[in-house]
């Protein structure tokens, strides 16, 4: 599948060098291409937004959520792709700022024009990204999507990455999967333990 990748920071990053040791195409949609020409190596490329978007087969949203409304708008037509949301809509004092009755998912699906939106990837850190092995157990990765082959494809994503990857229900879900992303936020950075902690799903 070839991937476009909008925000190329830490996450982007992360899950754009996980899918293309995968085996996936990778373009980092950028604003600026000059300054991550260094991320084009292998099966990976840097574009502009919109030519980035154009290309791909689905695209991963990973902006700070206070840049995710104009990320999302100047790709324009998503032309009925997935849109996996892995962004987490923190604010101030690291509050979540939809919630009960909205999502950031939701959020993003109204910005996002003809996009099928996944929540995804928000409820783990970067290290779990790169590597979900914790012995014999996989680190669990919830989504949550309206379209049931959107959900397909990114759930193959995150299989692909290594996760145990399992559908959580349609996208106002979202409203359960943010909570659980600053959740790991609250025990990995202000509980103390740290970044190298994941959520798992035990089953008997
Ligand atoms: N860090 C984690 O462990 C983690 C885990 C799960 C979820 N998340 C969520 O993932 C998101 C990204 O986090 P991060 O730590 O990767 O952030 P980050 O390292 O600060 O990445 C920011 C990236 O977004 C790009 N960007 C900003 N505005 C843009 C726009 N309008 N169009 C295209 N690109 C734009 C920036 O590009 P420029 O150089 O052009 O500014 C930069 O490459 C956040 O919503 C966060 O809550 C983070």
Request: charged share 20%.
């Amino acid at each position: 599948m070839k991937i476009a990748i909008l925000g190329a920071g830490n996450v982007g990053t992360t899950l754009g060098a996980g899918l293309a040791r995968a085996g996936h195409h990778v373009v980092y949609a950028v604003r600026d291409p000059a300054k991550y020409a260094a991320l084009a190596t292998g099966n990976s490329t840097v574009a502009p937004v919109s030519d980035a978007i154009a290309s791909a087969d689905a695209v991963i949203l990973s902006t700070p959520w206070n840049a995710a409304e104009a990320a999302v708008t100047s790709a324009g037509d998503f032309g009925g792709k997935l849109l996996i949301d892995a962004t987490n809509p923190i604010g101030a004092k690291m509050a979540l700022t939809h919630g009960h009755t909205d999502s950031g998912g939701e959020q993003v699906q109204r910005w996002a024009k003809n996009a099928k939106v996944v929540k995804a990837f928000n409820t783990t850190g970067v290290e779990n990204m790169a590597n979900p092995v914790y012995g014999d157990a996989r680190a669990l990765m919830l989504l949550a999507g309206d379209d049931a082959a959107a959900c397909e494809a990114a759930k193959g994503l995150a299989t692909d990455l290594g996760f145990e990857a399992l559908v959580a229900g349609p996208l106002d879900r979202a409203r359960f999967l943010e909570p659980f992303g600053r959740l790991w936020i609250e025990l990995a950075l202000v509980r103390g333990q740290g970044r190298n902690i994941a959520f798992g799903m035990l089953r008997r």
